[in-house]
Nanobody, 123 residues
Framework: QVQLVESGGGLVQAGDSLRLSCAAS????????VGWFRQAPGKEREFVGS???????YLVDSMRGRFIISRDNSENTVYLQMHGLTPEDTAVYYC?????????????????WGQGTQVTVSS
């Protein structure tokens, strides 16, 4: 089972950029799809995007152009680069993995989750 640890969250101002990391354990990292989700207080967990083993990425429309997902298989790490942050981006950000590469936004399709990292954007 892959274990995930997110990092890089923090308190930033509107318009700032932030890069989140998702570090994974396990030798099969290069063959898994990693998804990013976020959950704001009182709201359901929201799909941000994903990256498959071939580094093909998908981002939801509202985040395309501001967020970028990348991976470094040599470091067993996936990144979520976020630009132009707004207070609406405030949430706990999670990464999760699945072995199937097609895009899915359903949290139940992901098998392992990190503990999350808090991102707070002040206005």
């Amino acid at each position: 089972q892959v274990q995930l640890v997110e990092s890089g969250g923090g308190l930033v101002q509107a318009g700032d950029s932030l890069r989140l990391s998702c570090a994974a354990s396990g030798r099969t990292f290069s063959s898994i799809t990693v998804g990013w989700f976020r959950q704001a207080p009182g709201k359901e967990r929201e799909f941000v995007g994903s990256i498959n083993p071939g580094a093909l990425t998908y981002l939801v429309d509202s985040m395309r152009g501001r967020f970028i997902i990348s991976r470094d298989n040599s470091e067993n790490t996936v990144y979520l680069q976020m630009h132009g942050l707004t207070p609406e981006d405030t949430a706990v950000y999670y990464c999760a993995v699945r072995t199937v590469s097609y895009v899915t936004s359903r949290p139940s399709d992901y098998t392992s989750w990190g503990q999350g990292t808090q991102v707070t954007v002040s206005s």
